[in-house]
């Protein structure tokens, strides 16, 4: 079967265009709904491909009946053999005459964006020879990554400026098919930095004095159409530097979305813009400060909490034994309690837990004159039952289910005893 027509590859502003069903095939089934994909002879629709989502639109046409029918393009993709398939939802008889339409707004978009990144790609290369490894359209905003190291900041503003300068000199971008053994000659000499793996005429994209690229997507008829380039930043990825950037309307979208958050911020913070930064620093210094009050705080607590405890408990046997759980207190100042008050009492053992969702953390701790390895006695007695934990000889700790926590702590506290100094 001859593959469509592409029409957008002659004329990315083409919005409509009539065309024949040569092919239907059903693509799944599910609650009694199928979803099929139709070829044409021809078609505008671009499919995924190169890192460029695919366009939506609807198509229209007559039933045999003779009622008109419009039918959403849900997506499109191209198989392995170069066919391009609409997916839908109600099929179309083979040659059923059709008219398709672009949903536009989408593929401005995805001009706008996909011509600014060869723009953007081509800035990189001459300005720090940084070459693009990959392009990526999402939905909101766009990425390139780079084969080298994350750019400094006034670097990435120069190459912001020289983008949106070229932008502004409204520069033609066009399309021109070269042969196969001449694309191979322009990538030899540099004019050309990649190739498809296919033969045939090679698709240029050429925006004139920057750069030609082979490339079967849709772009703009001049640099002016970009409509500005906003860079949002950049991050280390596994093969460079990931650099993201919004064009066009979504740039302007995006800076409306900054500014109502940066409203929102300066409200709530009871500043202008200009003094965030200030006012930031000044949150963050009353944070840090709040969260060493608090440990103080926490630690005195903790302090008097085992002062008590050690009222509460006397020695038996030689040996303070103190078995307490808690459901209103976090793991964290459980730890600290055990420590300060087998810090602070002679003979003492404590076998602390706090629970929290449906896991109980466990603490085993004993005074520096006791001379049992809580560690190794609590890791024991753990791995009996399938768990895991450990520790060093004055402090252990693990995690245990609820219902099996009694056991656990009856276990640890039968241990104690044994292992504890006997007095006459």
């Not at 949903?103 to 081509?122: F, I, K, P, V, Y």
């Not at 190459?159 to 196969?180: G, H, K, P, T």
């Not at 709040?290 to 020695?315: C, N, S, T, W």
Request: proline letters at 4%.
């Amino acid at each position: 079967m001859p593959t469509a027509e592409r029409l957008y590859y002659k004329d990315s502003f083409l919005r409509s265009f009539t065309a024949v069903v040569t092919d239907v095939r059903e693509l799944a089934s599910s609650q009694g709904e199928s979803l099929w994909q139709l070829a044409f002879d021809r078609t505008a629709f671009y499919p995924d491909s190169g890192g460029q989502p695919c366009d939506l639109g609807q198509i229209r046409a007559t039933s045999p009946g003779g009622v008109s029918l419009e039918i959403p393009v849900e997506s499109v993709e191209e198989d392995e053999h170069g066919q391009v398939w609409h997916a839908v939802r109600k099929p179309l008889s083979i040659h059923t005459r059709i008219e398709g339409e672009i949903e536009w707004d989408r593929r401005l978009d995805h001009m706008q964006q996909h011509t600014g990144q060869h723009l953007l790609s081509a800035v990189f290369l001459r300005e720090l020879n940084e070459p693009t490894v990959s392009f990526h359209l999402g939905e909101s905003t766009s990425t390139i990554d780079l084969a080298g190291t994350p750019p400094a900041h006034h670097s990435l503003e120069r190459i912001e400026r020289v983008v949106n300068e070229l932008i502004a000199e409204d520069r033609a971008v066009s399309v021109r098919y070269v042969s196969r053994a001449e694309a191979e000659s322009m990538l030899a000499s540099g004019a050309l930095r990649k190739l498809p793996d296919r033969s045939g005429e090679i698709r240029l994209i050429e925006i004139n004095g920057i750069e030609d690229n082979a490339c079967g997507g849709t772009h703009v008829r001049s640099t002016g159409q970009i409509g500005g380039m906003l860079l949002r930043g950049t991050e280390k990825v596994s093969r460079g530097v990931r650099v993201e950037f919004v064009c066009g309307l979504r740039a302007v979208r995006t800076a409306r979305v900054d500014a109502g958050i940066l409203a929102r911020v300066t409200a709530a913070l009871s500043v202008g813009a200009p003094e965030i930064p200030t006012a930031v620093e000044r949150l963050k210094a009353e944070a840090r400060n709040g969260a060493k009050e608090r440990m103080e705080l926490r630690e005195q607590l903790a302090d008097y909490h085992a002062a008590r405890l050690a009222v509460e408990v006397p020695i038996t046997g030689g040996l303070r034994l103190v078995d307490r759980n808690w459901k209103d207190r976090d793991a964290s100042y459980v730890r600290l309690l055990a420590t300060r008050l087998t810090s602070a009492a002679p003979s003492t053992v404590a076998i602390f837990s706090s629970e929290e969702g449906g896991k109980v953390s466990l603490f085993f701790a004993r005074s520096l004159d006791l001379g049992f390895d809580c560690g190794r006695i609590l890791k024991e007695a753990l791995a009996q039952r399938g768990l895991r934990g450990g520790g060093s000889g004055d402090l252990a700790q693990g995690e245990v289910p609820t219902e099996q926590a009694s056991a656990l702590r009856s276990s640890l506290a039968e241990s104690a005893r044994s292992a504890a100094p006997k007095t006459l």
